[in-house]
């Protein structure tokens, strides 16, 4: 699925028309068309394949799809005005300054490993950490039973 970011108008707006999106990236030459298919129409910016926007046609929208770096965004950000649009993620967030993307820098910074309590419990860490603490629980009583109480 991966994570996207998308440029659209807000609501109630019927959304960018795909004739506007072709008028647009004709008139910029830092985009290219690279390839059309039924719902999507994708274009790349200054020829690098890591700087990719998709223009959806169901959806009236320009997304990226699991950004590389901050440059991406940055030009998404530039040319939402032009749209009178918003660059939003996929968790709500909006992106409308330097703040917001950060730079290559930050986005190349390896991401700190969460300590075992700041980690997310999934349905298989739940019953993992339930059968140890069960096998624990046992061991614990089946102890106490033969040291503190012996069969006679």
Known sequence: MGYHITLKRPEPSTGISEQEWREFVATRHELKIVDEEAQFI???LH???HLVLHYSKADRSVFTKN????????YMA???PHFGGMVIGDEGETFTSKADWGTQSDWNRP???KTFWQRELTPGNIIRMAILLFVVLFLATAFILKHFFPRH
């Open 42 to 44: 994708t274009a790349i």
């Open 47 to 49: 020829g690098s394949d």
């Open 67 to 74: 950004p590389e770096g901050p440059k991406i965004i940055e």
């Open 78 to 80: 530039s040319i939402a």
């Open 111 to 113: 991401t700190q490993q």
